[in-house]
Nanobody, 115 residues
Framework: VQLVESGGGLVQAGGSLRLSCASS????????MAWYRQAPGKQRELVAT???????HYADSVKGRFTMSRDNAKSTVYLQMNSLKPEDTAVYYC??????????WGQGTQVTVSS
């Protein structure tokens, strides 16, 4: 199983970025997916989840600003991030969960929001 994140970068506060996480080597359509982030000196925190049925859940800190979606045909999930704030600066990781038993992580992509 391989997960490859992309789309991170440097953006000014108020700007937008779209992260992608492409998977391979697994039946993506039956997996639940999540985005996490980890800022320097802080614990990794859950940002958003999407089930195999495309039900989504968001952390309060990003609700209304971030949107998670999936494209099963491309085995890819996305995180559209709007109205970015400096406190959104972190390394963003995607996680794939299969049968609530097996978890796989990507390598992470850096998002930096300047004030």
């Amino acid at each position: 199983v391989q997960l490859v994140e992309s789309g991170g970068g440097l953006v000014q506060a108020g700007g937008s970025l779209r992260l992608s996480c492409a998977s391979s080597g697994i039946s993506f359509s039956i997996c639940d997916m999540a985005w996490y982030r980890q800022a320097p000196g802080k614990q990794r925190e859950l940002v958003a989840t999407i089930t195999r049925d495309s039900s989504t859940h968001y952390a309060d800190s990003v609700k209304g600003r971030f949107t998670m979606s999936r494209d099963n045909a491309k085995s890819t999930v996305y995180l559209q991030m709007n109205s970015l704030k400096p406190e959104d600066t972190a390394v963003y990781y995607c996680k794939l969960s299969m049968w609530s038993k097996y978890d796989y992580w990507g390598q992470g992509t850096q998002v930096t929001v300047s004030s």
